[in-house]
């Protein structure tokens, strides 16, 4: 187990991080989440011993201070160096005998599938390639601790699937702790089953992906999330009023904010909490089944996500919410 | 096509002429035993005058190593100072740095001589007049504006992206800088120590106000004889000045290029 320890980072008069406790089980996959500029790349620089934090610590199991290898979203192949010496430059500063140095970047190139590559410099690679030279070039010091920064923001939609899954099997193989940082939350779910949501520099929600889709702890990381109908009205002892829906919420916070999630809040078939009725304006094929419909409520228009052909356009339908609504 | 053919022609001539026309006057200068005007060319070729000089000739043999001696001591200390000064002013944020970066460029903005004399007071004052050191530093102050542009231009490009990698990857602080900082920053290296070179080879009112007359190098000594007319002499100074200036430039252009991976 990993310790974030009361982590704050201050630069000049601004406060990038405030206070961050989090823990981090071994050998998993554990995702930050945040918009740009909410300070995930300070945290990682800090969980990798780039920047000092202005308070706090990151520690190990054993309490004692710890320190990440980074792969950077940018790879940051030595230009001048082949690939071979990019891979083997960590054992190289410590001194590693040759042979030994010789054998591990030999298997360390033909997990990564790149041993063809040994001697091509890193502008003749392409972005996949170079992400394995530079993930080859962490993994081969035996670390426990791997940091990626927005790994596959560079990459095409089709590699990005590919690296994620490679990333997962790596993890397996090396029973490694992987932290990295991402403002896609689909890669984040699709990696993690644990994600962290930064926001302004604060940890907001730590949870499951399907708990933060499903229960977001606050309008800020509802928001970020986004994929939801955020309708305004008014608050008073958890009824809420709104030209959408009147009637019993679950009050979070009492900013009246009514909080519909596209998917799995509202649906059809009738259950104990009346939605409203709306007009079908339009649907919009979503792939695997599934349709965005476009709802009016008193020309007001709502989002929901549902199974195809479950409703007609300009066809009026009662709509019934799953459990009782949230408001922030 | 053909007309901008011609023109382009004409440029490269013209630039050809402007820059091989006194290094021409030079060389004739020195192999002519006899050239008085009106004579278009010289009446009397020796070829041998300029290695018998080269050779015999104790002064120049003299001059030869006190201006090499000084400008390898001021291209080393040049870029002691140079390099931490550009990585400073490129990397880091700090108070002062606007500061600096106008410091940086005095030397060149300041009249000379009156650098000069004030450093010539400071040095007297410290006892460092006539020694090694208070010429290489005098040599040195004037040499700094360039080198530290060209080594600044160089580590922005990348700002210190490489060094955080390596010592993320466990390299110490001396390992990246030989291992990442300087590869990387090769051309810059290069531009500084060609110009530091330069710029100390061609001092000459620094050397003799802080030297003392400790130390005539061929600038010294070349300018009374092109003052006094002995043009033949000054030729084969000029000559040999341009040999000890050209080749280390080109032996460390070749290094450059040649050695690893040509970068920006």
């Known amino acids: 187990?990993?310790?974030?320890?009361?982590?704050?980072?201050?630069?000049?008069?601004?406060?990038?991080?405030?206070?961050?406790?989090?823990?981090?089980?071994?050998?998993?996959?554990?995702?930050?989440?945040?918009?740009?500029?909410?300070?995930?790349?300070?945290?990682?620089?800090?969980?990798?011993?780039?920047?000092?934090?202005?308070?706090?610590?990151?520690?190990?199991?054993?309490?004692?201070?710890?320190?990440?290898?980074?792969?950077?979203?940018?790879?940051?192949?030595?230009?001048?160096?082949?690939?071979?010496k990019n891979i083997t430059f960590g054992l190289k500063v410590k001194k590693t005998n040759s042979s030994e140095l010789k054998q591990r970047a030999k298997d360390i190139m033909e997990t990564m599938g790149i041993s063809e590559l040994i001697d091509r410099y890193p502008d003749e690679l392409s972005g996949?390639?170079?992400?394995?030279?530079?993930?080859?070039?962490?993994?081969?010091?035996?670390?426990?601790?791997?940091?990626?920064?927005?790994?596959?923001?560079?990459?095409?939609?089709?590699?990005?699937?590919?690296?994620?899954?490679?990333?997962?099997?790596?993890?397996?193989?090396?029973?490694?702790?992987?932290?990295?940082?991402?403002?896609?939350?689909?890669?984040?779910?699709?990696?993690?089953?644990?994600?962290?949501?930064?926001?302004?520099?604060?940890?907001?929600?730590?949870?499951?992906?399907?708990?933060?889709?499903?229960?977001?702890?606050?309008?800020?990381?509802?928001?970020?999330?986004?994929?939801?109908?955020?309708?305004?009205?008014?608050?008073?002892?958890?009824?809420?009023?709104?030209?959408?829906?009147?009637?019993?919420?679950?009050?979070?916070?009492?900013?009246?904010?009514?909080?519909?999630?596209?998917?799995?809040?509202?649906?059809?078939?009738?259950?104990?909490y009346p939605a409203f009725k709306g007009n079908i304006l339009e649907k919009k094929w979503m792939g695997s089944n599934l349709e965005r419909i476009t709802i009016e409520i008193d020309q007001k228009t709502v989002y929901c996500d549902l199974a195809s052909e479950s409703v007609d356009e300009n066809k009026t339908y009662q709509f019934y919410f799953s459990k009782l609504p949230v408001v922030f | 096509m053909a007309s901008k053919k011609i023109l382009k022609l004409l440029v490269y001539l013209l630039f050809a002429v402007l820059v091989l026309m006194p290094l021409f006057v030079i060389f004739m200068l020195a192999i002519s035993k006899t050239w008085n005007y009106p004579s278009l060319w010289p009446k009397w070729v020796d070829w041998g005058y300029y290695f018998r000089f080269l050779i015999t000739n104790a002064e120049m043999q003299a001059s030869l190593l006190s201006s090499m001696e000084l400008a390898v001591g001021t291209v080393v200390l040049t870029i002691l100072i140079a390099y931490p000064t550009a990585m400073a002013l490129s990397y880091y944020d700090f108070k002062g740095k606007?500061?600096?970066?106008?410091?940086v460029?005095?030397?060149?903005?300041?009249?000379?001589?009156?650098?000069?004399?004030?450093?010539?007071?400071?040095?007297?004052?410290?006892?460092?007049?006539?020694?090694?050191?208070?010429?290489?530093?005098?040599?040195?102050?004037?040499?700094?504006?360039?080198?530290?542009?060209?080594?600044?231009?160089?580590?922005?490009?990348?700002?210190?992206?490489?060094?955080?990698?390596?010592r993320n990857l466990g390299a110490t602080p001396l390992q990246t800088f030989f291992k990442v900082t300087i590869?990387?920053?090769?051309?810059?290296?290069?531009?500084?120590?060609?110009?530091?070179?330069?710029?100390?080879?061609t001092q000459y009112l620094g050397t003799l106000l802080i030297g003392d007359g400790n130390y005539i190098t061929l600038s010294v000594r070349m300018f009374p004889f092109t003052t006094e007319g002995k043009y033949r002499i000054a030729a084969v100074y000029g000559i040999t000045f341009m040999l000890v200036t050209l080749i280390p430039l080109y032996l460390i252009d070749v290094w450059v290029t040649h050695k690893g991976r040509k970068l920006a």
């Open chain 1, 1 to 84: 187990m990993y310790h974030l320890d009361n982590i704050s980072q201050q630069k000049g008069n601004t406060h990038i991080l405030h206070g961050i406790n989090l823990t981090i089980d071994e050998n998993s996959i554990f995702a930050i989440l945040g918009p740009s500029g909410s300070g995930k790349t300070t945290l990682l620089n800090i969980l990798a011993g780039i920047d000092r934090p202005t308070d706090g610590k990151f520690l190990n199991e054993d309490g004692q201070v710890e320190k990440g290898i980074m792969v950077f979203q940018d790879y940051r192949l030595f230009p001048h160096m082949t690939v071979f």
């Open chain 1, 128 to 272: 996949g390639q170079q992400q394995r030279v530079a993930l080859a070039r962490a993994l081969i010091l035996n670390l426990k601790l791997l940091l990626m920064d927005e790994p596959f923001s560079s990459l095409d939609e089709a590699l990005r699937i590919e690296m994620l899954d490679f990333v997962k099997e790596l993890q397996r193989k090396f029973q490694l702790t992987i932290v990295f940082v991402t403002h896609y939350k689909t890669e984040a779910y699709m990696l993690s089953n644990k994600v962290a949501i930064l926001i302004d520099g604060q940890i907001m929600q730590v949870d499951a992906p399907k708990q933060l889709e499903s229960n977001p702890q606050n309008l800020a990381v509802a928001r970020f999330l986004g994929q939801a109908n955020f309708i305004e009205g008014s608050l008073s002892n958890n009824d809420f009023v709104s030209p959408v829906y009147s009637g019993k919420v679950r009050t979070v916070t009492e900013k009246g904010v009514l909080y519909l999630p596209f998917s799995g809040q509202l649906q059809l078939n009738k259950t104990e």
């Open chain 2, 98 to 103: 606007k500061l600096l970066n106008i410091l």
């Open chain 2, 105 to 166: 460029y005095l030397p060149m903005i300041i009249p000379s001589i009156a650098v000069l004399t004030n450093m010539d007071f400071i040095m007297i004052k410290y006892g460092l007049n006539g020694s090694f050191f208070g010429v290489v530093s005098a040599h040195t102050l004037f040499c700094l504006p360039y080198a530290i542009k060209l080594l600044y231009d160089n580590l922005i490009l990348w700002k210190d992206k490489y060094e955080v990698t390596s």
């Open chain 2, 183 to 201: 590869p990387l920053n090769k051309n810059g290296l290069q531009g500084a120590v060609m110009m530091s070179y330069i710029v100390s080879m």
